[in-house]
């Protein structure tokens, strides 16, 4: 290539971000998690530079809708590449010299996806990919591989807080939670924002006036970058550095008490509560797991709790349920409930009160912001009900009402703080000097009834 081609190409210096983008050599990369940090030229350039760099490279770039794709996409590598690569507008797709290819592809419906099945690329880039769904990109992903030698095959995405796929993009980037089967190496996240891009804020300077006098929930999202921000959140109050608190021992004669969301092909979800003196609530352990019998959640539990004192258990009222979770053993008569077993294992379980309004209010109650810090606090290990709970949003048929697709650890927290615990008092035989948890929850763990 002379030098005024890859002048040409290479027109426009990448900020600090961008170049961290660019050179980032991960299975996985994510870019941007704000508005105006240069997510499109970023994702657009480092394609450029792939196909140029190596030969025969087969490269798709996504967006959701295809008119998205060539308004962000199409129009600009039309100019950019003109003289550097062919364009085949039936197959959408830019042709380089050395064989290199990038094809501009859209996932407008869920089965969109099933049209590149069989299809074999080298790289592959999500545009906004809180756009997609997880089933979509867990598809693509399969469609991301590679027969050259030298090279091995990756993904890159942009985007901000929101969206379909606002949950996974928040697993795998921002909160590094990985299953069994993923690696916490091959992910980066590149966090970039409007004050990262130089060029629009020296071009546009009014821009950051815009984004700063959105709506409390958009501004924390699109300004901030703040993934816990979402339009619509259920839980607006929720903030994990306002209610998740260090872990400390908690104090033998404090009231503990559990509640359980039931579920077997979706996550059971069981939550432990201390109640402190003062009113406070901490939820200090957690048990999510999917696909796991009544008898052996039972025994996780039992095994758990070790020789805690726990006052009861609250279960969600499916759990006593028969018909149709065993099979009639005579005319009239059904099978053991759920709560049955549970109970022949040894836990035995509390109707929970399914009242969903007022109890989501509680819970809103105990999140709420006041003096000497929210009624409700969560130990980091409760990963999921820290994941899950800002993610719930308002129900479109009932504003009232919580909706979400992972609402069981939440469903388990409204439960527990219906169940009307009783107060702790400790007794004279055990008086100590008071403690207050929070003195030292910002520094340290502390230490009570040693």
Request: glycine share 8%; aromatic share 12%; with cysteine.
């Amino acid at each position: 290539m002379d030098k005024l081609k890859k002048t040409h190409v290479l027109k426009g210096r990448p900020n600090p971000k961008q170049k961290q983008f660019f050179m980032s050599k991960t299975r996985f990369c994510a870019y941007g998690g704000a508005r105006g940090g240069g997510k499109s030229w970023a994702m657009r350039r480092k394609f450029v530079l792939l196909a140029l760099r190596y030969s025969s490279l087969e490269l798709l770039l996504l967006r959701r809708t295809l008119n998205e794709l060539m308004e962000n996409h199409g129009r600009p590598l039309l100019r950019e590449l003109n003289t550097l690569a062919k364009y085949s507008s039936t197959s959408r797709a830019f042709l380089f010299p050395n064989g290199s290819r990038i094809r501009l592809g859209y996932c407008d419906k869920e089965k969109d996806v099933y049209q590149y099945q069989g299809q074999e690329y080298d790289v592959i880039g999500l545009e906004e990919a809180t756009r997609f769904t997880s089933e979509q990109m867990q598809f693509l992903a399969t469609c991301n591989r590679t027969s050259k030698q030298g090279f091995y095959p990756r993904m890159y995405f942009t985007c901000n807080p929101g969206g379909v796929g606002h949950a996974w993009v928040k697993r795998l980037f921002i909160d590094r939670d990985y299953t069994q089967y993923e690696k916490e190496e091959d992910y980066t996240f590149i966090r970039a924002s409007v004050y990262d891009n130089p060029v629009l804020l020296k071009n546009d300077p009014n821009y950051v006036r815009i984004l700063e006098n959105l709506p409390e929930h958009l501004r924390r999202a699109h300004l901030e970058g703040d993934w816990d921000a979402l339009g619509g959140q259920f839980f607006p109050e929720f903030r994990v550095q306002r209610h998740v608190c260090d872990a400390f021992e908690i104090p033998s004669w404090w009231t503990r008490f559990r509640s359980m969301d039931w579920g077997y092909s979706d996550p059971c979800c069981v939550l432990w509560f201390a109640l402190g003196p003062d009113g406070r609530i901490f939820v200090y352990r957690e048990e999510y797991a999917q696909h796991v019998l009544s008898s052996e959640m039972a025994g996780r539990i039992l095994a758990r709790s070790k020789q805690e004192k726990i006052a009861y258990t609250a279960a969600s009222p499916d759990a006593w349920q028969t018909r149709g979770l065993r099979h009639k053993i005579a005319d009239g008569v059904e099978g053991e409930s759920i709560a049955e077993v549970f109970s022949k294992c040894g836990v035995s379980l509390l109707r929970a009160d399914p009242a969903r309004i007022a109890g989501w209010q509680r819970v809103r109650e105990y999140l709420a912001v006041r003096e000497g810090g929210p009624l409700l606090q969560i130990f980091p290990c409760c990963k999921n009900l820290i994941r899950t709970l800002p993610l719930l949003l308002h129900d479109s048929h009932n504003l009232e009402d919580a909706a979400g697709s992972e609402d069981h650890a939440a469903e388990a927290l409204r439960y527990g703080l219906m169940s009307r615990p009783k107060k702790s008092v400790i007794t004279k035989a055990k008086a100590q000097m008071p403690y207050d948890p929070f003195s030292e929850q910002r520094s340290g763990p502390g230490f009570m009834g040693r």
